[in-house]
């Protein structure tokens, strides 16, 4: 069986041109051991599980696309970067990375692999998978999450964040094993249009104007008190979350798999509004009989659309451009969730939107001088 086969070149960095370029593929029980690939565009370097690598230099080198699944040990991967895929790789490689020194790890997915113990103020962890992600005993100060499945972090870590602190965790889905105790999750937003996260909370939380989409709750020990005090109550939109089996019968909830979302036509046209929940894309104008987005959540949306005379009263705005928007006034805004929250920052706004909020502070400063 061949063990190693490289393929054709493909397009690389400009600094790269004059290198050695090559695209490789270690097959089953392959090996790859005592190569230089220093400086090095890789186009597509894929490590079976059972395959190994050893004694190999990746200094300075760039690889588009990694598998490294398979077992690698005294490799140098200093200042090598990795445009994505999957690493398995041990921890001093992973330190190493290129991505590791710009704290952003994006289009990533990790193994069966560790960060332990590693202070990680400031990374960026996006677009991939980092459940098996060992990061016990890391400092994770203002570490961000998103659009990927979370690490099994402590309560400690979960509320050192940076969702924490914007209270935002769209699009984060949770690791099975999270456990969260007595904490404070007061006007933040969990959930994604396209997953179902668990999320498992004990009774002493502050669930105060939470919101819930796509979250399944169903292990949490809650009290009726508590889900009183969500979004979700208030609004009526109990069914875009899932509940212990006891708040459903007691509440008379409909299950259902995913939130609503509903895109007639050309979605770049018109929408039409569902009930609680939607995905509106790039929207120039509301149709008439969906002229009230009072108690709805509106996820990465760019509204261009007029907002004249639209009731908003606590409308959910998450990851939405509004800057392009029509008529839409402070008084609307000031009814939003996002206004009432604390939590604009989760979405663009208009510049005399901006304006007012600064006036409104300012304001604020001088009455407290």
């Given amino acids: 069986m061949q063990s190693c086969t490289v393929k054709g070149q493909d397009s690389i ?19 790859l051991a005592d190569r230089d690939f220093s400086e090095t565009f890789i186009a597509h370097l894929e490590c079976h599980w059972s395959a190994t690598v050893e004694n190999c230099r990746f200094r300075d080198s760039y690889i588009k696309l ?12 200093t200042n090598c970067r990795i445009g994505g895929g999957i690493l398995n790789l041990p921890q001093e490689n992973l330190v190493q990375l290129k991505n590791f020194q710009e704290r952003r790890f994006t289009e990533i997915s990790f193994g069966q692999t560790s960060l332990k113990g590693v202070d990680l103020t400031g990374f960026e962890f996006s677009h991939g998978q980092f459940d098996s992600l060992d990061l016990s005993e890391s400092r994770l100060q203002n570490v961000l999450f998103a659009h990927c499945y979370l690490p099994n972090l402590t309560q400690e870590q979960f509320c050192a964040t940076r969702n924490y602190a914007q209270g935002n965790f769209f699009d984060t889905l949770f690791h099975s094993q999270m456990r969260l105790k007595k904490v ?10 396209r997953h179902s996260s668990p999320l498992v909370l004990d009774a002493d939380s502050d669930l105060t104007d939470a919101v819930f989409v796509n979250v399944d709750l169903s292990g949490s020990e809650l009290t009726l008190e508590q889900i009183k005090t969500t979004w979700n109550y208030q ?15 007691e509440l008379k909830i409909q299950r259902q798999k995913a939130p609503q979302y509903y895109l007639p036509g050309r979605s770049e046209a018109y929408y039409s509004a569902p009930k609680k929940c939607f995905l509106p894309a790039r929207q120039t104008f509301l149709r008439p009989e969906d002229q009230n987005l009072s108690n709805r959540v509106i996820l990465k949306g760019q509204m261009l659309c007029s907002f004249e005379n639209i009731p908003m009263n606590a409308c959910v705005f998450i990851d939405c451009d509004l800057t392009e928007s ?8 000031k009814k939003t969730w996002n206004y009432k929250t604390g939590r604009m920052s989760l979405c663009k706004w208009p510049k005399h939107i901006e304006k007012a909020l600064e006036e409104e502070e300012e304001e604020k400063a001088k009455e407290e001088e």
């Fill in 235 to 249: 609004a009526d939109a109990m069914a875009l979350a899932r509940w212990p089996e006891w708040v459903e019968k």
């Fill in 13 to 31: 960095p400009a600094h790269f041109r004059n290198e050695i370029r090559e695209s490789i593929i270690l097959l089953e029980s392959g090996a």
């Fill in 66 to 77: 990694a598998g490294f699944e398979g077992y690698c040990a005294n490799c140098d991967f």
């Fill in 184 to 193: 404070s999750l007061r006007g933040m937003f969990f959930g994604s249009h």
């Fill in 326 to 333: 029509k008529n839409l006034s402070f008084e609307q805004v």
